[in-house]
């Protein structure tokens, strides 16, 4: 029933109970006077009232209804400006501990400056104001295929790595690092395991186990590096991840790099097994990052890198190989180190556009090698030329994946980013160990390789490599002789 409706119910009710209760008492006036007169006169004046009272009610109805409309005018406008207002962020907290106070039965919310948010962008974080956690990893499938009828070594399917990667930031001064890797003769441990205060963008300090400065193809990420294994003469020097401290940053307007620091010379995992330290250093300069007036060099890197100490170790079952892994310089037995390691290189890379183009040449100096009566020096010098070409023209990246113009996608037109790479190296050694029989093989191995490189999307990759190496003397895999091989290899590639 309507408010109104009622309202008229009920006078109308009163007015008759009135008229009920009065009668008897009319009644008696009636005795005294004429009792129909009387009677009509007074019927008349209470329809008279009752019907003021009607007026009176039916004004009340109409200005209530004016109220209302101009109350929820109101509310609709105050509705507008509030939704204007939560978008500006100065306003988000009065407006929420308004909303509180009106709402009274809902939970009050975390303040969004300590809230955690989750992410996911080249890993899955976990973001708070002052710190940050995010977890990765990746994983390289592939395959080895022997193009000679007679090599020795099988063609196989393997997983070349398998990593998983925490790193983080606490209270925004310091980052962290646990990097390990599950495959392999170091199944399960520790690839890299620092703290790092990082303060300052020109001196940062950096201090567990961490990859040496030295090389620019051994601290690019093996994800990304332009062929499937790094260049023979880098992993026959570069020094990869070891125990100690080092700092490191960017100085003059970010266009010089550098880094240096003291490790314990043994490699990952592993103690000092002397009181000197090895010390290595690498910088990097690009003295047209800057430039607008020549937009075409602004990709132009020169650097060079230098380590030394006092390295003593056991030699015997290593080896320098193919990108195949044949080994063509093996150590005897009888090589053990007892003195100096001295390396050192150069370094160019230029990148514009979908055009690549690195170089480096590295030498290395170790001292007394071999066992009594037997010793000898060697020296291990060489060098690569890298060159790639992106096809579908996004531009060549450093040290990072292409991200594609259109990911892999062929009911949209989507084919992912291609890249072509060529690459030629050498590596050479004295023939000093050879000839005392504490190594054997070649002194002289060079390869050529040719690949290409897809990327359906930026966190994944595949890459089909030929390589052609030759040797300068034969060399003896399981009785078989060899002066040079071919190789296929492929890899496909993920991370996260």
């Not at 009274?104 to 400056?113: A, Q, V």
């Not at 790639?388 to 996004?394: N, P």
Request: glycine share 8%; with cysteine; hydrophobic share 40%.
């Amino acid at each position: 029933m309507k408010r109104g409706t009622l309202t008229q119910a009920l006078v109308f009710g009163f007015w008759r109970a009135a008229v009920i209760c009065l009668c008897p008492f009319l009644g008696s006036l009636a005795l005294a006077q004429d009792p129909e007169k009387e009677l009509r006169e007074r019927i008349e004046k209470l329809e008279q009232v009752i019907q003021d009272y009607k007026k009176i009610m039916e004004a009340h109805e109409e200005e209530l209804k004016r109220v209302k409309e101009a109350m929820n005018k109101h509310a609709a406008s105050v509705d507008q400006k509030a939704q204007a207002a939560v978008q500006k962020s100065e306003h988000r907290e009065y407006l929420g501990h308004l909303m509180q106070s009106l709402r009274l039965t809902e939970k009050e919310k975390t303040p969004e400056e300590k809230r955690l948010e989750t992410v996911y962008d080249e890993g899955f974080y976990l973001k708070g104001a002052d710190d940050q956690l995010r977890i990765g990893g990746w994983l390289q499938a592939d395959s080895r295929w022997f193009l000679d009828s007679e090599h020795p070594e099988n063609d196989t399917f393997l997983i070349r790595r398998a990593r998983l990667d925490i790193r983080g930031v606490l209270e925004n001064d310091w980052a962290y690092r646990l990097y390990g890797t599950f495959i392999g003769e170091r199944n399960g441990i520790l690839q890299e395991g620092w703290l790092e205060y990082r303060k300052y963008g020109a001196l940062r300090i950096r201090a567990g186990q961490v990859f040496e400065p030295f090389s620019m193809e051994a601290v690019y990420s093996s994800r990304w590096v332009d062929f499937a294994e790094r260049a023979m003469i880098v992993n026959a020097l570069a020094p990869q991840e070891d125990i100690g401290i080092m700092v490191f940053g960017k100085v003059y307007n970010d266009q010089i790099v550098y880094a240096m620091g003291f490790f314990n010379g043994q490699g990952r995992n592993r103690e000092a097994v002397v009181d000197d330290k090895d010390f290595t250093t690498r910088l990097v300069y690009s003295p047209f990052l800057h430039s607008d007036g020549l937009p075409w060099l602004k990709g132009l890197y020169v650097g060079g890198s230098f380590s030394t100490g006092n390295n003593e170790r056991d030699l015997s079952g290593s080896d320098f190989n193919t990108q195949a892994f044949t080994p063509f310089f093996d150590f005897t037995e009888e090589a053990v180190m007892d003195d100096r390691l001295t390396r050192w290189g150069l370094e160019l890379e230029y990148l514009y556009g979908p055009f690549s183009a690195k170089s480096e040449y590295l030498s290395g100096h170790f001292e007394k090698i071999g066992t009594a009566p037997r010793f000898s020096d060697l020296d291990v010098r060489g060098f690569y030329v890298n060159l790639g070409y992106v096809l579908t023209g996004e531009d060549a990246p450093r040290d990072f994946s292409i991200k594609p113009l259109h990911v892999f996608d062929p009911a949209n037109g989507g084919w992912g980013s291609w890249q072509v790479v060529g690459r030629y190296q050498t590596l050479r050694t004295d023939r000093g160990l050879l000839d005392l029989g504490l190594a054997r093989g070649t002194d002289d191995a060079k390869s050529v390789t040719l690949g290409l490189n897809w990327y359906p999307n930026r966190h994944m990759r595949f890459q089909f490599n030929y390589d052609h190496a030759w040797f300068d003397e034969d060399i003896i895999i399981q009785d078989i002789r060899l002066d040079n091989e071919d190789t296929f290899i492929t890899r496909f590639l993920y991370d996260f």
